[in-house]
């Protein structure tokens, strides 16, 4: 039967064995937000969020890490392949590995901005001037809208509905259109000049037009001119 010596000396071992872990368990602590990733995956993750810095209230990134076969990525250079990619929702991004020999590989990641854009409050029959009362702010994912929604109200406002909109709808561009400075049938002062000389006379508008857009007058003779709309019942010839 083991007698109070050895008792004493396995007290001993197992206090030893203590603190000899103890270093390592408190050296190891809570693991940084980039553990475990290769250089390449941070540097498109930093890459993406300064990108999409400023579009909404908060921006994540997830990246697709890259295939466990590719050899690891030195010195990486990030950079947006082609045209047009929006700054959310999936994203291809290339990224050039090397310090003398430079090899693009791509990788794949998703940009979740979370901000505010604006819905119809109620139902809007076309040709409705939209004013700030009839829209109504909501908040969510913006990568998940339609491609071609319309975030700051003051490109909303002043417009007018091209469709009917029911309630709730995302607000979209295409639903959009100017309004009518010059209305087919009216009456239109027709300016036209150059260096030194201005002719004004009146004819009577084909089309409708908003400010900017082209429209045909009708002269008292009966010709037909191409005019673009400066005003209210104005235009200019376009030569």
Not at 14 to 19: D, G, I, K, S, Y
Not at 95 to 114: D, H, I, K, L, S
């Amino acid at each position: 039967m083991p007698g109070p010596l050895f008792h004493h000396i396995a007290r001993f071992a197992v206090a030893l064995a203590v603190l000899t872990l103890a270093p390592v368990v408190a050296a190891a602590g809570p693991p940084s937000p980039d553990a475990g990733e290769g250089p390449a995956v941070s540097a498109v993750r930093a890459f993406l969020l300064e990108r999409a810095d400023g579009l909404g209230d908060s921006v994540a990134v997830e990246v697709r890490s890259p295939s466990a076969h590719l050899p690891p990525c030195v010195a990486p250079e990030v950079f947006m392949p082609g045209r047009g990619q929006k700054p959310w929702g999936r994203v291809s991004v290339g990224v050039r590995c090397g310090e003398r020999t430079r090899r693009v590989r791509y990788m794949q990641a998703r940009v979740t901005v979370t901000g505010e854009y604006w819905v119809s409050a109620g139902e809007l029959p076309a040709g409705t001037p939209l004013e700030a009362g009839m829209l109504s702010a909501e908040r969510g994912d913006l990568s998940r809208l339609p491609a071609n929604a319309v975030l700051e109200r003051d490109r909303i406002v002043g417009q007018e509905t091209a469709r009917p909109l029911s309630a709730g709808t995302v607000i979209q561009s295409h639903q959009l259109r100017r309004p009518a400075l010059v209305e087919r049938r009216q009456a239109v002062t027709l300016v036209a000049g150059g260096d030194g000389f201005r002719i004004s006379r009146e004819g009577r508008a084909l089309d409708d037009g908003a400010l900017g857009g082209r429209v045909r007058v009708r002269l008292s003779n009966r010709e037909v001119v191409t005019a673009r709309v400066t005003g209210p019942g104005r235009a200019r010839v376009v030569f």
